[in-house]
């Protein structure tokens, strides 16, 4: 029988090439944007939904999620009509209190509260301005960043907030979801300054469009690079 060599060897290369690709690829966790401040966390058939706004299409291919967590009242924050779309029976729906009475129900967590749902432990984050002219944005209290805890890897959501100490004082965090959008939050240089404190594995920008536009995320990216240890990732939010 006569065998076609130069196939066998092509078939060798693209089956080592893939191998490769899925050792550095070995991230258990799933994160998919959905636009400006809304994404999906997937973790071993774990479905956590965060800030669920925009169309109700973009959700079609993702099962009923287990967990919907909401950072603050605004609008690109909290869309109820969505939410109740999205939640079944079994879906844990967390907010702080300005956010379970915009709802109507829910679980609600303070600021420096700590909760665990199944297998997901969640913490409540500050969030809020800093800056004088911003202070009318986001007062400390009302709304919740979070650190989601999913089997050992822990994942910090900003939501809307400036480079709080709170922030700075983050240990251990795997993956971080940045905001930098002006007027209401921080400029890229806070960012940037804060993400270089707490150090977290990986870092995405994310809700950086603003009233005058899109941040700069490539001085975002220059800045982070200052500490090697840490690596800036750029999902698609915006069209």
């Not at 909290?78 to 109740?84: E, I």
């Amino acid at each position: 029988m006569k065998h076609d060599l130069s196939g066998t060897i092509l078939l060798c290369v693209l089956t080592a090439f893939v191998a490769g690709a899925q050792m550095q690829n070995n991230d258990t966790i799933r994160f998919t944007p959905i636009s400006h401040a809304s994404f999906v966390i997937e973790h071993s058939g774990v479905t956590v939904m965060i800030d669920p706004a925009g169309d109700r299409k973009q959700y079609e291919n993702f099962p009923r999620p287990d967990l919907i967590l909401v950072t603050d009242i605004h609008g690109d924050h909290c869309a109820p009509d969505m939410v109740g779309s999205l939640k079944s029976e079994k879906t844990v729906v967390v907010g702080p209190k300005a956010v379970t009475d915009k709802l109507g129900y829910g679980t609600t967590m303070n600021n420096g509260t700590a909760m665990t749902f199944g297998n997901i432990r969640v913490e409540a984050i500050p969030m809020y301005n800093l800056t004088k002219d911003r202070l009318k944005f986001h007062e400390k209290g009302r709304g919740n960043g979070y650190v989601v805890t999913l089997e050992g890897k822990r994942v910090y959501i900003s939501g809307d907030t400036e480079d709080i100490r709170e922030m700075r004082d983050l240990k251990e965090i795997d993956y971080a979801f940045v905001c930098m959008n002006l007027p209401y939050t921080m400029t890229v240089e806070q960012a940037a300054s804060a993400v270089l404190e707490f150090r977290p594995g990986v870092v995405f920008p994310y809700h950086y469009r603003g009233t005058g536009g899109f941040s700069n995320i490539d001085e975002f990216k220059r800045l982070v690079a200052k500490d090697p240890a840490i690596e800036v990732r750029e999902l698609k939010w915006y069209e």
